[in-house]
């Protein structure tokens, strides 16, 4: 892989550089979103996300939990990705030591209540307990039910819907700091409106698919546009693994 | 394994739970040598220490799989140390789930079918398919392709998750060229006759199935590609081991090859209780044909070992019992010319 930017950086960097690269700052909170794109922005090939990636991008993308305090998802992502949790294995559990964090990395998972059923894997196939960050007044057979399953319950948000500033405030209450957003879209989306994004990590994957697929960010109205500046980017064959700072 | 009008494993309960049924032989070398196939299994996982191990145990029986994992059987260490284990025990006589749950209330027992083991809605997240007591041996081939193409399928799905993860499948059968059944090395499917039983008078009779290594070779290879690894890019590799060459349980009985020229395994255990039994009574010929030439060169080198250690034992029955045990340890060749034959198979992600 090679550092093509910024300019005057340009160097080959090995594991040791990236790792760096993708280091959180420990010194405050901060939420990184994570995704692989297509050249013509499409997320998905056959309703998954795999094919867009290749090892480039699973390099950076296991960066960003090995060395993140939780992994934000929605229901939606986990639940159409049979998402189980983080199993570090030994190269991630050592970068964890390196960087003190705990052994395993939470996954908090966004709901409204409906998408996210009590037997998911990321509810009952988790190293340790899966968060479930869900509005107030979600029916208590549903908590109760997502508790039996091994989850803690965080209610943050009212009327259906999640307080996106509520939910990261109940993470860093918790410890839970350094923010690995996985997506999907509508989370994306979420955490922009909230202005909550600090850093965007963004694979374009030299593939074009057109079609219908989605694109990282979904909201229900545009934002004003939210500029953003090149942190890094990287090059590996034809792809190009970018970080944004919001 | 029950089958219809016949006694079957399930009436055998008693004989699982019987105390004789760990001798020495089971102790010091069988239960080490699979501590050592299992320890290899965990390990090539990849595990972060701390990280829970999935474990689904292919025909359970009473939970022996579970105290294999958790137990160090002399060795510096248990093969599941170091990791929370979340065991499921399956098997497909409800008698034998039913005793399983009682002796062992902590774990999870239950009832079906090995082709239902790659399903992911009852056993997804499994890291380790674990099978010791030869289920495998149970199931004609045909069904055993199709168990194994399932839990293959399984763990293609995931290596190739956006998150991709390990899978060890531990595969084990009968040895087709073990010397406790030399009458029936040209053949891969016969009766069984399990008259080793302790604390039971009913024979329970069985079909089995043996495998020598190019036999289990060529399975696990079909199934890999009725799982579509080669086609997904998932790639996997296999590791074999014998278990008991002169040992076996049926080497005590010798009664599927009676002309073996000594009850081994029984001399053994005798030896190693500290009774005065002439060496020269566990001299072994090896058989010269009825094999592939590596399989005749690997016994008759088995026995020169075997015997050399007899002519030169000094220190005692234990200390030769435990010399000879020792030699099994050494022996895991993995030709299919023991008691039982291990694969490990390991699903990586590709790339």
Same mark, same amino acid.
């Given at each position: ?91 991630? !559990? ?13 996954? &908090? ?24 960050? &869900? ?15 091994? !989850? ?74 939210? &500029? ?19 | 394994? @029950? ?12 004989? =699982?739970?019987?105390? $004789? ?46 105290? %294999?994992? @958790? ?127 302790? #604390? ?5 009779? +069985?079909?089995?199935?043996? =495998? ?15 799982? $579509? ?9 296999? +590791? ?5 060459? %002169? ?33 020269? +009574?566990?001299?072994? @010929? ?7 030439? #590596? *399989? ?31 030699? +099994? ?15 490990? *198979? ?6």
């Amino acid at each position: 892989m090679r550092q093509i930017w910024p300019a005057g950086r340009e160097r080959e960097v090995d594991d040791a550089v990236l790792e760096e690269l993708y280091a959180y700052p420990s010194e405050r909170p901060w939420a990184a979103v994570n995704f692989v794109s297509s050249a013509d922005g499409g997320i998905e090939v056959g309703g998954r996300s795999r094919p867009l990636s290749d090892a480039a991008d699973r390099k950076i993308y296991r960066l960003g939990s090995d060395l993140a305090d939780v992994v934000l998802l929605g229901a939606g992502t986990a639940v159409r990705e049979a998402f189980d949790g983080i199993h570090p294995d030994t190269l991630a !559990a050592d970068r964890r030591r390196r960087h003190g964090l705990a052994p395993v990395p939470p996954i &908090a998972v966004v709901t409204t209540g409906r998408s996210l059923p009590p037997d998911a894997p990321v509810l009952t196939g988790a190293a340790v307990p899966t968060l479930v960050l &869900a509005p107030d007044d979600v029916p208590a057979e549903l908590k109760k039910a997502w508790s039996d399953a091994g !989850a803690e319950v965080v209610p943050c948000g009212a009327h259906g819907i999640v307080d996106m500033r509520r939910a990261l405030d109940a993470l860093r209450e918790r410890g839970l700091a350094r923010v690995d957003c996985e997506g999907g879209p509508h989370l994306f989306g979420s955490l922009l409106e909230a202005g909550l994004v600090d850093e965007l990590r963004l694979t374009i994957a030299p593939l074009l698919i057109s079609g219908r697929a989605g694109r990282i960010a979904v909201g229900a109205t545009a934002l004003d546009p939210a &500029a953003l500046t090149l942190a890094s980017a990287l090059a590996e064959g034809d792809t190009l693994l970018l970080r944004y700072l919001l | 394994m @029950t089958t219809n009008g016949r006694p079957g494993y399930g009436d055998a309960t008693a004989h =699982y739970l019987s105390a $004789r049924r760990r001798d020495p032989v089971k102790v010091l070398m069988e239960e080490v040598a699979t501590h050592r196939v299992l320890s290899r299994a965990v390990a090539a996982l990849d595990l972060a220490p701390g990280a829970p191990l999935t474990v689904l145990d292919l025909g359970a029986g009473t939970g022996d799989g579970l105290a %294999l994992l @958790t137990e160090r059987h002399g060795e510096p260490a248990a093969p599941a140390a170091g990791h929370p284990l979340r065991y499921t025990g399956l098997d497909a006589d409800p008698g034998m789930v039913a005793t399983a749950q009682q002796l062992r209330p902590e774990a999870r027992f239950v009832q079906g079918d090995m082709r239902d083991a790659g399903d992911p809605e009852r056993f997804g997240g499994t890291d380790l398919y674990l099978s010791c007591g030869v289920p495998w041996s149970h199931l004609d081939p045909d069904a055993a392709r199709t168990a194994l193409a399932g839990i293959l399928a399984a763990a293609a799905r995931r290596a190739t998750a956006a998150r991709p993860r390990r899978t060890a499948i531990v595969v084990d059968v009968l040895g087709r060229y073990s010397v406790e059944w030399t009458p029936n090395w040209g053949r891969t499917r016969w009766n069984y006759a399990m008259s080793f039983f302790e #604390d039971v008078d009913a024979t329970v009779e +069985e079909i089995m199935h043996t =495998y020598d290594r190019p036999g289990l070779d060529a399975l696990i290879h079909q199934a890999a590609d009725a799982a $579509r690894l080669p086609a997904l890019g998932v790639p996997f590799a296999v +590791e074999y081991a014998d278990r008991s060459v %002169l040992t076996g349980r049926h080497t005590a009985t010798r009664a599927l090859n009676p002309a073996l020229p000594a009850p081994y395994r029984t001399l053994v255990n005798r030896l190693h209780r500290g009774e005065d039994i002439d060496p020269a +009574e566990l001299r072994h @010929t090896p058989p010269t044909e009825g094999a592939p030439d #590596d *399989v005749l060169r690997f016994h008759a080198e088995f026995a020169d070992g075997w015997n050399t250690l007899l002519a030169t034992a000094a220190a005692g029955p234990e200390a030769l019992a435990r010399a000879l045990l020792e030699h +099994e340890l050494k022996a895991p060749r993995g030709l299919g010319a023991g008691h039982s034959l291990s694969a490990v *198979v390991l699903v990586r992600p590709g790339g």
